[in-house]
């Protein structure tokens, strides 16, 4: 995804509902302002409802043209199916559309392979917030204490630190 263009688009839509550039511009990053918005609630809450809806309808655009070229890191695809045969419950929790994470997985053949996807617009709070992956593990049935959260960034960390549950960084 290009997300400086994907921000220069986000923009004129957060400036249209009266966010001042002092805040938009302490939110450098098209997801930072997405979820900087959504944290800092600047508006009353029906009209950051509205502006976030529109907002995420421009990343899902960004999202949706990047998605078609993203492929599975080397060995993820055979781990996936291993942890599945060993019964192990997956589920997803992204900062992205889950529209556009399950399109990569059903390309990729893995979409059955996880039982929940959680994306942008199912929570209000993005990742570094824990509610992502509270979310995820209550569509799993999985308590806290029995899962683990894979991701490769620090914010993935800090959600899995949030929700409190073991964590691994690749």
Partial sequence: VDWDA???DLLPVYERAGIDAATLDSLPGAISLYGGVARLRPLPAREIADVQAEASAI???HESAAGEQTRM???ASECVRALVDEGVALGI???NASAVVRAVL???SLLDAFSAVVGRSDVHELKPSGEGVRACL???GVPP???IYV???GSDMSAARAAEIGRAHV
Avoid: K, N, T, Y
């Fill in 145 to 147: 204490s029995r899962a």
């Fill in 138 to 140: 209550e569509r799993l």
């Fill in 73 to 75: 890191i080397p060995g």
């Fill in 59 to 61: 990343l899902d655009q």
């Fill in 106 to 108: 059903a390309r990729e």
């Fill in 93 to 95: 929790v992204s900062s």
């Fill in 151 to 153: 991701g490769d960034m």
């Fill in 6 to 8: 994907a921000r220069r």
